[in-house]
């Protein structure tokens, strides 16, 4: 199972750490991701690191102001996002699989095992 916490309500720009934990299995071989869907709109990448952190993939919208990486020992992905702006208001949802040669990072179809989303709310 996947977990995500973190989520809360900020200023514009303003910084937010969320986490997302794995229990049940260990996911230090798996690709995480993180995807992200505001109120009717559909789910959108967000940001995803390889197995062992040594590559990381950002959405155009969010590449220099989000970083994301893991700790393999605690079984813990962080996405940090700084200088966050009002659209980036969604609910953040975490996401886990073994990703191989030739299969996108950035396609939500590529994950096998989600988490629950956590609201993220950046004020103007």
């Known amino acids: 199972q996947l977990q995500a916490f973190g989520g809360g309500l900020v200023q514009a720009e303003g910084s937010l750490r969320l986490s997302c934990a794995a229990s049940?299995?260990?996911?230090?071989?798996?690709?995480m991701g993180w995807f992200r869907q505001a109120p009717g709109k559909e789910r959108e990448f967000v940001a995803a690191?390889?197995?062992?952190?040594?590559?990381?993939y950002y959405a155009d919208s969010v590449a220099g102001r989000f970083t994301i990486s893991r700790d393999n020992a605690k079984n813990t992905v962080y996405p940090q996002m700084n200088s966050l702006k009002p659209e980036d208001t969604a609910d953040y949802y975490c996401a886990a699989n073994r990703i191989g040669g030739g299969v996108s990072y950035y396609t939500s179809s590529s994950y096998a095992y989600w988490g629950q989303g956590t609201l993220v709310t950046v004020s103007s």
């Open positions: 049940g299995r260990t996911f230090s071989s798996y690709a």
């Open positions: 690191i390889n197995w062992s952190g040594g590559r990381t």
